[in-house]
């Protein structure tokens, strides 16, 4: 099988790539990503040099190197993860997620369907089990009150002008299941963590801070809710849905790890005071620092994974304890 992977330089595509290719050595990856600030080819220094892999800088907005990199490769499968992700810059500058998150999917799209297919419904031979996985957000579902989780029936109520871009390309890739008959599956995740995570997200900015003596920012009180999901379980839920689900459906990837942001870095600080201490023999929970909230903060995000878990035998394997102990481990060797 030849699978296109886009935006496998980035956190969650890079250690899916290295899963994917220990499970399926015979494979062909192809890895298309435009190196943005958030890319980082270091992330993939274990499969550099497999001869089964192929990095490609170019971005998804371009439909000809798209259409080229198609037929040149001969794709059958793509599991789309390339994407702007970051809420705040999604504020400051949110033209970037719609050419992104909307203009790059719909060129995945049009280029498979004219690729794997005659018509609409009409699938051509050599392509009857080609598939095309979209990576998508909880984020589309909006915020949660104090109770209550979000499922594959939730509503979407996007808030943000990133989340309001990845619910368009959601909805694109329904399109293209109900419109042309195109075999498509999208999974929507929770917060993930781990290691290769750009240094922007919360966690990273937690460990990078304390580690360099400077304020840990915490927006608001600290009160906002994720549900967390260790990065290596959500590719394992990718890996399932993309092999085994049903076309034309959806699956939530839900860590079950609801953990407050204050909470995190509360518990990032002890684990730092016990395994890396301050030269002062202070807690770096003294460096935590609040600041003004984001505007259209979202309240709390947590995810139902039943389907998922009955229909595809999948379940997270790490718990938050377990997992953020690995992670603040590799971020210590990054920053040191």
């Known amino acids: 099988m030849n699978i296109l992977i886009t935006g496998g330089a980035g956190f969650i595509g890079s250690n899916f790539i290295s899963q994917y290719l220990k499970n399926h050595p015979s494979h062909k990856v192809v890895n298309i990503d435009s190196l943005t600030y958030a890319a980082d080819l270091n992330n993939l220094n274990?499969?550099?040099?497999?001869?089964?892999?192929?990095?490609?800088?170019?971005?998804?907005?371009?439909?000809l190197l798209i259409e080229q990199v198609f037929r040149k490769h001969q794709i059958n499968g793509v599991i789309h993860f390339a994407a702007e992700s970051h809420v705040d810059n999604s504020i400051e500058d949110p033209n970037k997620f719609i050419q992104t998150n909307i203009v790059g999917t719909f060129n995945l799209l049009e280029t498979a369907y004219r690729t794997w297919m005659n018509g609409p419904f009409e699938i051509k031979n050599a392509h009857d089990r080609s598939r095309f996985h979209h990576i998508s957000t909880d984020e589309v579902y909006g915020s949660l009150g104090n109770e209550g989780f979000f499922t594959e029936k939730t509503c979407y109520a996007p808030n943000s002008p990133y989340s309001a871009s990845k619910a368009s390309s959601d909805f694109l890739v329904r399109s293209y299941f109900h419109t042309y008959g195109l075999n498509v599956v999208t999974t929507n995740c929770s917060n993930n963590y781990g290691p290769r995570q750009h240094d922007e997200k919360l966690i990273p900015t937690i460990i990078r801070k304390a580690l360099s003596e400077e304020k840990i920012p915490i927006y608001g009180e600290g009160n906002n809710i994720r549900d967390w999901l260790y990065v290596m379980d959500h590719c394992k839920g990718i890996s399932a849905a993309f092999w085994n689900g049903q076309k034309g459906e959806t699956y939530l990837i839900g860590g079950n790890n609801e953990r407050s942001n204050l909470y995190i870095a509360e518990k990032i600080c002890s684990i730092l005071d016990r395994i890396k201490p301050r030269g002062n023999n202070k807690s770096y929970g003294d460096l935590?620092?609040?600041?003004?909230?984001?505007?259209g903060h979202d309240f709390r995000y947590a995810i139902d994974a039943t389907k998922i878990s009955n229909a595809l035998e999948w379940k997270a394997d790490e718990g938050f304890e377990s997992g953020i102990l690995k992670t603040i481990k590799w971020y210590i060797e990054k920053y040191k």
């Not at 274990?46 to 439909?63: A, H, Q, R, S």
């Open 46 to 63: 274990d499969v550099e040099n497999n001869e089964n892999y192929l990095f490609i800088e170019g971005d998804i907005c371009d439909k």
């Open 288 to 295: 935590i620092s609040f600041v003004k909230d984001r505007p």
